[in-house]
């Protein structure tokens, strides 16, 4: 089955500066990955998602990018804010299974 | 995207019991997931139920534990059955990529 990998765990990072969050996929038929921000005793909120049929997605300050090839993809935050803080997840599915096979998470910390 | 509701939000039980956690959508879809994350964790998938046939369940997680009904097109429930402390978790119904609030759960 898919096996998604993400890293890093714990990401601190200064008000103003850019984050980055990679995770890498084994299923080569998986063909869409979405991003999650879940804040303290909420429920995972979707920020951003990706096809396989295209290479990157931006929305704001947010952008997501995509290589098959290698299969991995990548979320990239610009700007950072407080408000960013959040534990971040990545997932993988493909057209037919629909059931998301989730990263491990990554704590992102914003210092103000 | 669907509006996903579940009760109840959070309950506290008692070892041996069962709990049935219902989760209700505002349209129809196909198929619903039911997820868990336990304290500290990443998400699990426990099983997919397809309205009118039995659930899929994945490696790990069983019929008996994990019952499954899933009546119609708009709701499903999840009953957590002779529970221990280590079923203490979020329980999670989704719809393709989106989730209910969830329902933690404590085992005493």
């Known amino acids: 089955g898919e096996n998604v990998e993400q890293h890093p765990s714990t990401l601190s990072v200064q008000e103003g500066d850019s984050a980055v969050i990679k995770c890498t996929y084994s299923?080569?038929?998986?063909?869409?990955f979405p991003w999650y921000k879940q804040e303290l005793g909420k429920r995972p909120q979707l920020i951003i998602d990706?096809?396989?049929?295209?290479g990157e997605k931006k929305d704001q300050r947010i952008a997501v990018t995509l290589n098959k090839t290698a299969k991995h993809f990548s979320l990239h935050i610009t700007e950072t804010q407080p408000e960013d803080s959040a534990v971040y997840f990545c997932?993988?599915?493909?057209?037919?299974?629909?059931?998301?096979?989730f990263g491990s998470g990554t704590r992102l910390q914003v210092q103000p | 995207s669907a509006v996903i509701s579940q009760k109840p939000s959070r309950d506290i039980c008692q070892r041996g019991t069962s709990l049935t956690i219902q989760c209700q959508v505002d349209s129809q879809v196909t198929m619903m997931f039911w997820y868990r994350q336990q304290p500290g964790q990443s998400l699990t998938l426990i099983a997919t139920?397809?309205?009118?046939?039995?659930?899929?369940?994945e490696s790990g997680f069983v019929i008996d534990k994990f019952p499954i009904s899933r009546p119609n097109l708009t709701f499903s429930t999840l009953t957590v059955s002779n529970m221990s402390p280590e079923d203490s978790s979020i329980y999670l119904c989704s719809v393709d990529q989106f989730f209910g609030p969830g329902t933690r759960l404590t085992v005493l």
């Open positions: 990706i096809r396989s049929n295209v």
């Open positions: 139920a397809n309205q009118g046939s039995e659930a899929t369940y």
């Open positions: 997932a993988a599915t493909y057209t037919g299974r629909r059931a998301l096979t």
């Open positions: 299923d080569s038929a998986s063909n869409y």
